[in-house]
Structure formats: structure tokens, C-alpha cells
């Protein structure tokens, strides 16, 4: 039988400590209009609240104690998209509006920057078209110096991949040279090609072609040692 099942709900400290956590989590949910930012903030809080209570009661504290703190630096780990990153995201929407260009936030919170064909490339030319200066341009400035850049280049499925696996890692490294002259230190940039292996529209129509000839730009901040 396994007694720390057992145990866990008579300990005392342990149920203030997870209504401590509770009451967090519930106070932080209450907020309806909460920003990117905030909602992370609250994510962070509550499950370091929750952690808190846990460890500290297990190991003999307060469970309380351990909760208000683990929500303390729960909130400051989940906060992980900072106002820089969203600062940057507000700029790349106001720039690109209008262009077709996709400005989001990633899973992993990263910026992602999603640059469709008709402003980006020709059809088998890695060479950038001049719609796409001002959009690059735009997230060149202002970069922190801890920020990473990724570039990934993709085509159709016109051609074999002899052709275009190169061609997409040119479009990549054509971006990254103009980032370079745009005074963005080549050692914070990585480019990727991955050919036409990661479509996003279907390959047998016109309009599926030109959305899958496309390069995606990534903007990340250096996470925090532990």
C-alpha cells in the first residue's frame, strides 16, 4: 500500500499550502482581459504556488510559507514573454499590416515573423524582392543583444528537392546577409532550408504553392540559468 498516498491529505500544512495556491490561481483566472505577459505571469504563479506548498510541507516548512514564495518566483518564470519580446511583436503587427505577413507568438514564446512569397521571393530565386526591405528593416531595429534570430527557408514542391533544398537555405541566408547589413551581429542569426518537407497549404493549387514559398523569421530571448 502506499502510504504517502495516504498521508499526503491528513497533512494540515499541506492543505493550507494548496488553498494558498488555490486562492492564487483563482485570483490570477479572475482577470479576463489579461495580455500575453500577464497570462503567462499567472500560469507561473499559480504552479510555483502549488510546487511551493508541496516541497515546503514535504520537507518539514510551512506549506503556506512555501506557496506564497514558490508563486513569487513561479510568476517571475512564467512571465518568460517579456515586454521587450511584446514591445517587438506590437511593431512587427503595426509594420507588416496589410502585407499578408503573419506576426505571432510561438508555443515556446518566440516571435514568429511568417513572410509569404508575393513580398518575399521570386519563383526560384533566393534573391529578397524590395517588399520585403521595410518588413526586415523594421525588426532589425531596436533588437536586444541577448535576442536570437532564426531564419528558415522554405519553397513548393515544384522541382526536386536536388533543387530545392539549396534554393531554401539560400532564401534563409539572404535574409540573414540583409539582417547583417542592418547591423545585426551574424553570430545571433541561424539559418535553416527545409525545402518543401514542411508545407503549410496544399502544393497541387496555385494559391497552396505560393503560401508554401515562404521563409519564417524567429526572434527568441536567452532564457534565465537556473
Same mark, same amino acid.
Do not use: W
Given at each position: 500500500m502506499n502510504t504517502m498516498s495516504q498521508d499526503l491529505p491528513r497533512s494540515p500544512r499541506l492543505m493550507r499550502g494548496t488553498g494558498v495556491a488555490l486562492a492564487v490561481a483563482l485570483a490570477f483566472s479572475g482577470?479576463?482581459?489579461?495580455?500575453?505577459?500577464?497570462?503567462?505571469?499567472?500560469?507561473?504563479?499559480?504552479?510555483?504556488?502549488?510546487?511551493?506548498?508541496?516541497?515546503?510541507?514535504?520537507?518539514?516548512?510551512?506549506?503556506g510559507t512555501g506557496a506564497l514564495i514558490g508563486g513569487a518566483v513561479g510568476a517571475v518564470a512564467g512571465n518568460i514573454w517579456s515586454k521587450r519580446m511584446e514591445d517587438k511583436r506590437k511593431q512587427m503587427e503595426a509594420a507588416t499590416q496589410g502585407t499578408g505577413v503573419e506576426?505571432?507568438?510561438?508555443?515556446?514564446?518566440?516571435?514568429?515573423?511568417?513572410?509569404?512569397?508575393? #513580398?518575399?521571393?521570386?519563383?526560384?530565386?533566393?534573391?529578397?524582392?524590395?517588399?520585403?526591405?521595410?518588413?526586415?528593416?523594421?525588426?532589425?531595429s531596436g533588437l536586444d543583444?541577448?535576442?536570437?534570430?532564426?531564419?528558415?527557408?522554405?519553397?513548393?514542391?515544384?522541382?526536386?528537392?536536388? #533543387?530545392?533544398?539549396?534554393l531554401s537555405v539560400d532564401r534563409a541566408?539572404?535574409?540573414?546577409?540583409?539582417?547583417?547589413?542592418?547591423?545585426?551581429?551574424?553570430?545571433?542569426?541561424?539559418?535553416?532550408?527545409?525545402?518543401?518537407?514542411?508545407? #503549410?497549404?496544399?502544393?497541387a493549387t496555385v494559391d497552396g504553392r505560393a503560401r508554401n514559398r515562404r521563409v519564417e523569421i524567429f526572434l527568441s530571448e536567452a532564457q534565465p540559468q537556473g
Open positions: 482577470c479576463a482581459e489579461m495580455g500575453a505577459r500577464e497570462k503567462g505571469t499567472a500560469t507561473g504563479a499559480a504552479i510555483g504556488a502549488i510546487g511551493g506548498a508541496v516541497i515546503s510541507s514535504a520537507t518539514g516548512g510551512k506549506a506576426v505571432s507568438r510561438t508555443a515556446d514564446n518566440r516571435l514568429q515573423v511568417n513572410v509569404p512569397s508575393d #513580398i518575399s521571393f521570386d519563383v526560384g530565386r533566393s534573391a529578397l524582392r524590395p517588399a520585403l526591405h521595410p518588413v526586415l528593416d523594421k525588426f532589425a543583444s541577448s535576442m536570437k534570430v532564426m531564419v528558415i527557408g522554405h519553397t513548393d514542391s515544384t522541382g526536386s528537392d536536388a #533543387i530545392n533544398d539549396p541566408a539572404s535574409v540573414r546577409d540583409y539582417l547583417v547589413m542592418r547591423g545585426v551581429s551574424p553570430t545571433r542569426i541561424s539559418i535553416e532550408g527545409k525545402g518543401s518537407h514542411q508545407p #503549410i497549404a496544399d502544393n
